[in-house]
């Protein structure tokens, strides 16, 4: 990665995750592939000046379709890497994330 900007791709916005960062306080970001913890919590810290307490990634799957006639594999949505973020206590939650229903 050649910057901090490079590691966060988007912020995943779901009912799932909006759930989670009304109550815990957790944040979910699809990331670059070859992100480490280490590098999404500097982004993390850098761009939106908060704490991070704990970082936790995973890869998602893709997800495949077959074709009728002719039975082969059709790769309907490529797979992601994603990355929850739990903010420490007492930090400000953030603005990417403030107004979504």
């Known amino acids: 990665m050649s910057t901090t900007f490079d590691v966060l791709v988007r912020p995943l916005v779901t009912e799932k995750t909006n759930r989670q960062s009304s109550g815990l ?8 592939n070859k992100a480490t913890r280490t590098m999404v919590k500097d982004a993390i810290e850098t761009l939106f000046d908060v704490t991070v307490e704990r970082v936790n990634i995973l890869n998602a799957p893709a997800k495949s379709g077959r074709r009728n006639k002719a039975r082969r594999l059709l790769v309907r949505r490529p797979a992601y890497k994603k990355a929850i ?12 994330f403030e107004g979504v229903q």
Request: aromatic letters at 10%.
């Open 25 to 32: 306080k957790q944040y979910a970001f699809v990331v670059a």
């Open 85 to 96: 973020i739990t903010l420490a206590e007492g930090s400000k939650t953030l603005e990417i």
